[in-house]
């Protein structure tokens, strides 16, 4: 089965600072997806990868996608304490079996704590 | 329109009651998925629905777990004679149709569920 490894567990950062996550997989990743998710919120939608290389922006928020499309990460630039919450990687599994599945398999998830 | 609803957002029940869980997903999403996140296991899939085919129930724990989706719309998780091990967070997500990595699922703020 499909695993993904999030690094680190926790951060804690001081604002303005810059800041990256890491997630890995033991399986070549065709979708992967990045949510943010705070207490009450559930998960918020920030970007999905596909290509191998493939990089993606929003605000200060960067996800890349290595070229072997085993790793991916998120970057945080000038941390701001609107950036706190946990960070989820998922993977669609879909093209591991070639069966076709549609539930995500996630990370267990990085903490980040923006200090003011 | 509006995001995914659930309700209640918070339910505390004693060990042996039934709950119902309620979903509402984007309007004119076909694909309903419940997730369960328990603490330290990150998030687990349940079970998916799309349109009205025969859901998918792969990932429910026990028997005590059921769900049903009605007019293709709303969906009810419904636990019976809960253990203290159902208590979690309960997360549902929609998407516009299954179709593997292309198909991004957006997630509701979800039900904390509290068995005493």
């Known amino acids: 089965s499909q695993e993904l490894e999030q690094s680190p567990q926790s951060l804690i950062v001081q604002e303005g600072k810059n800041l990256t996550i890491n997630c890995t997989s033991s399986?070549?990743?065709?979708?992967l997806y990045w949510y943010k998710q705070k207490y009450g919120e559930g998960l918020i939608f920030l970007m999905m990868l596909q290509k191998g290389g493939e990089e993606k922006s929003h605000e200060k928020i960067t996800a890349k996608l290595d070229e072997k499309k085993q790793q991916s990460s998120l970057h945080i630039t000038a941390s701001q304490p609107s950036h706190a919450g946990i960070y989820l990687c998922g993977a669609d599994p879909f093209s591991y079996s070639g069966a076709g599945s549609y539930q995500l398999t996630f990370g267990k998830g990085t903490k980040l704590s923006v200090i003011p | 329109g509006a995001g995914v609803s659930q309700s209640p957002s918070n339910k505390v029940t004693e060990k042996g009651k039934d709950v119902e869980l309620r979903c509402d997903p984007i309007?004119?999403?076909?694909?309903l998925y419940w997730y369960r996140q328990s603490l330290g296991q990150g998030l687990e899939f349940l079970i998916y629905?799309?349109?009205?085919?025969?859901?998918?129930k792969s990932g429910l724990p026990s028997d005590r777990f059921s769900a049903e989706r009605t007019g293709g719309s709303v969906s009810t998780l419904t636990i019976q004679r809960t253990q203290q091990e159902d208590s979690a967070v309960y997360l549902c997500?929609?998407?516009?149709?299954?179709?593997?990595?292309?198909?991004?699922?957006?997630f509701g703020p979800g039900t904390r569920l509290t068995v005493l």
């Open positions: 399986k070549t990743l065709y979708g």
């Open positions: 629905f799309q349109g009205n085919s025969a859901p998918d």
């Open positions: 309007s004119g999403h076909t694909a």
């Open positions: 997500a929609s998407s516009i149709s299954s179709g593997g990595y292309t198909d991004t699922q957006y």
